[in-house]
T-cell receptor, first 110, second 115 residues
């Protein structure tokens, strides 16, 4: 079945770049997403990428997709303390049934 | 920005009791979903709903669960007889369309604790 894996924890200093990685197993994935969850809050969609794209940039966020290796990454430039949260990678093949990773805790040290 | 709202934010219930979690999806959205996240585990899909019927459901969504759109604005998840293992955060979500690429907006979740 489909599976999405992420590293558990990432710690960076304020102002540095953060790179959160994700791998997925379903080669027929069509869209891949990054969601952010702050403590006590819901899932906020940050960005998504269609599977025929290699890269998508949106202000401080850059998403890279290596479809051959089924590897997705989210780079946050100039990471701020407000970026501290859990980041979820998710994929979908058809319809809108999302398969989520376990989440990566990003801790930003000032 | 429009948002999905959920109530209650937290509910404690005794095992065997019925629970109804409520959601108000974004007004022009046609597709509705429930997901859940057991503490320390992944967010899991439960069910999707369109045109007043279930369009897809997961293995988790057994006969104890049901969904309903009782009126033009609310979307509910009912758990008939709660079990300890139903303790989780339940997320409601909605989207305009039903295919990949349609942005899915999530609510802030309802924490359910079964004791």
């Amino acid at each position: 079945g489909e599976d999405v894996e992420q590293s558990l924890f990432l710690s960076v200093r304020e102002g540095d770049s953060s790179v959160i990685n994700c791998t997925y197993t379903d080669s027929s994935s069509t869209y891949l997403y990054w969601y952010k969850q702050e403590p006590g809050a819901g899932l906020q969609l940050l960005t998504y990428i269609f599977s025929n794209m290699d890269m998508k940039q949106d202000q401080r966020l850059t998403v890279l997709l290596n479809k051959k290796d089924k590897h997705l990454s989210l780079r946050i430039a100039d990471t701020q303390t407000g970026d501290s949260a859990i980041y979820f990678c998710a994929e979908t093949t058809y319809g809108n049934k999302l398969v989520f990773g376990a989440g990566t805790i990003l801790r930003v040290k000032s | 920005e429009p948002e999905v709202t959920q109530t209650p934010s937290h509910q404690v219930t005794q095992m065997g009791q019925e629970v109804i979690l409520r959601c108000v999806p974004i007004s022009n959205h046609l597709y509705f979903y429930w997901y859940r996240q057991i503490l320390g585990q992944k967010v899991e899909f439960l069910v999707s709903f369109y045109n007043n019927e279930i369009s897809e459901k997961s293995e988790i969504f057994d006969d104890q669960f049901s969904v309903e759109r009782p009126d033009g604005s609310n979307f509910t998840l009912k758990i008939r007889s709660t079990k300890l293992e139903d303790s989780a955060m339940y997320f409601c979500a909605s989207s305009e369309g039903g295919f990949s690429g349609n942005t899915i907006y999530f609510g802030e979740g309802s924490w359910l604790t079964v004791v």
